[in-house]
């Protein structure tokens, strides 16, 4: 990859067709050309050898200047060293992805590329180099003039270097839904088109790599490494009850971090609420339906981001509510579907209402899959013992999960780099961001792409949140 990446910034800032016909038009004229022009020559199989792609290539004739008059010189493009330095050095560095996207004006970006499997905690590290190219205006000419310029480029190395972070490896199992057609009773075996169809799930074992931060009373808090990487937020015009709210549909990058494996749990709630204030007092028990394991629910957005603050005093880390580009990001784990689970939801893998609301409008069911039972209440986490791709649980359902972000009707002007959209109108910015749905919705509210937006101050027993920290960095 590294090499085929190599040769594309070759061809993008020289024209290679032109640097290949040249050489072979001095090559194969060798014989009629004078002593003074043997500089030619060496040059001309210098770019042969380039072509060829030998990388065993002597260092001083790469770098050499070839005087083919008084007052030309040529050397090898930048370009064409760049590119054998950058294949050497990704020989030398196993493991070693760098992903480069040449843009108009001769410009290149860079970006960490192959890492959704590999949640390493790890930033790539930028490094700009100026070089100088080469562009041959008349190659016919001899000696052939050339026009030299200025250009830069950016390269990313990926830290390769372990980083002292703290995590530890966990295993856990995915589930994916999938329609499959049984025979039945009888009666559906003799009478053709009447087999009866199932939603089964098809589970996976994965691992992950997670935080685990000793709070106070003996109780932990489990957060888990998200990779970095980049995805479509937002969902398509034919999505199943899409929102408007959902679009446009935009490309966005998200560096690596960390988000609560799930929603903060009451007793999180009651032992970070002991540490003290920084900025506001919490209640140590505000939750409607009672129970350590399940969701802390009817906290207010104020109350959430106090709690992630006593959270980063006392761990010394930076804590925080997730950016809502971090949540979805998070919550699809690389899947493009309207929830994690695949095209549809059942509630034997997620606490929301699956029953019709007469008089609402709302379906207990979500595009061809079955309705199911409405709880009424929050379920203890990790009930259902199905996480995503990136081992979380509770994603969809059971509590809305507050954002960083200020709220917005849709995605016109939002950030693409998976931070939080902050607004400086105070008005726009007294409203905020939840994800997720909750037992209370219907599966429609529970898909990846739902957002819903309340006052700061709003506390009822369908919203919760969970946490996020940003990662360390490591070194090239």
């Known amino acids: ?284 028990d505000p939750s409607s339906f009672k129970g350590d394991n399940r969701p802390v629910e009817s906290v207010n957005w104020h109350e959430a981001v106090e709690f992630c603050a006593r959270l980063s005093a006392h761990t010394n880390r930076q804590y925080g509510l997730p950016s809502e580009a971090q949540w979805e990001y998070a919550c699809r784990a690389g899947t493009t579907t309207p929830f994690h689970f695949g095209e549809t939801i059942t509630t034997n893998l997620a606490n929301y209402n699956g029953t019709d609301r007469l008089g609402y409008d709302s379906s207990g069911s979500y595009g061809t899959g079955p309705k199911g039972e409405s709880r009424e209440k929050t379920t203890p986490v990790v009930l259902f013992e199905i996480a995503n791709r990136f081992g979380l649980w509770d994603m969809h359902g059971n509590v809305w999960e507050w954002c960083a972000d200020h709220w917005h009707n849709g995605y016109t002007g939002a950030p693409i780099d998976g931070t939080a959209w902050l607004n400086d109108e105070e008005e726009q910015a007294k409203q905020h961001v939840l994800r997720g749905g909750s037992w209370f919705n219907p599966p429609s509210g529970c898909c990846s792409t739902s957002r819903l937006n309340f006052s700061s101050g709003t506390r009822n027993f369908g919203l919760g949140f969970r946490a996020s920290c940003i990662l360390k960095t490591g070194s090239a």
């Not at 090499?3 to 910034?9: P, Y």
């Not at 030309?72 to 070693?96: D, G, S, T, W, Y």
């Not at 106070?216 to 009850?241: H, K, N, Q, R, Y």
């Not at 971090?257 to 506001?280: C, H, M, N």
């Open 1 to 284: 990859a590294g090499r085929a990446q190599g040769q594309q910034i070759g061809s993008e800032l020289v024209s290679r067709a032109e640097m290949a016909q040249l050489a072979q038009i001095i090559k194969t004229c060798r014989g009629q050309l004078t002593a003074e022009y043997t500089p030619l020559v060496e040059y001309a199989e210098l770019v042969s050898e380039v072509q060829l792609g030998n990388q065993q290539l002597d260092r001083e004739r790469i770098e050499k200047d070839y005087a083919i008059a008084p007052d030309k010189v040529l050397r090898l493009p930048q370009a064409m060293e760049q590119e054998l330095l950058i294949n050497n050095r990704l020989q030398r560095r196993e493991n070693a992805s760098i992903g480069l996207d040449i843009t108009q004006g001769l410009t290149v970006q860079a970006q960490e590329v192959n890492q959704a499997d590999q949640p390493t905690g790890r930033f790539p590290v930028l490094k700009t180099l100026e070089f100088v190219t080469a562009q041959i205006v008349d190659p016919t000419t001899a000696p052939p003039s050339i026009t030299l310029q200025q250009e830069e480029v950016v390269v990313a190395e990926i830290a390769l270097e372990p980083v002292d972070d703290g995590l530890e490896t966990f295993e856990f199992v995915t589930g994916q839904l999938e329609k499959r057609e049984r025979e039945g009773n009888l009666l559906t075996r003799l009478l053709p088109g009447r087999r009866q169809t199932e939603w089964v799930v098809r589970r996976q074992r994965r691992q992950a790599r997670q935080l685990v931060e000793e709070l106070p009373g003996g109780v932990t808090l489990e957060m888990v490494a998200i990779p970095s990487g980049i995805f479509m937020m937002g969902s398509p015009e034919d999505e199943v009850d899409r929102s408007t709210r959902e679009g446009a549909q935009h490309e966005v990058s998200v560096f690596p971090f960390l988000l609560g494996k799930y929603p903060v749990t009451q007793a999180q709630w009651r032992a970070v609420a002991g540490l003290p204030p920084v900025e506001i007092e919490l209640t140590p």
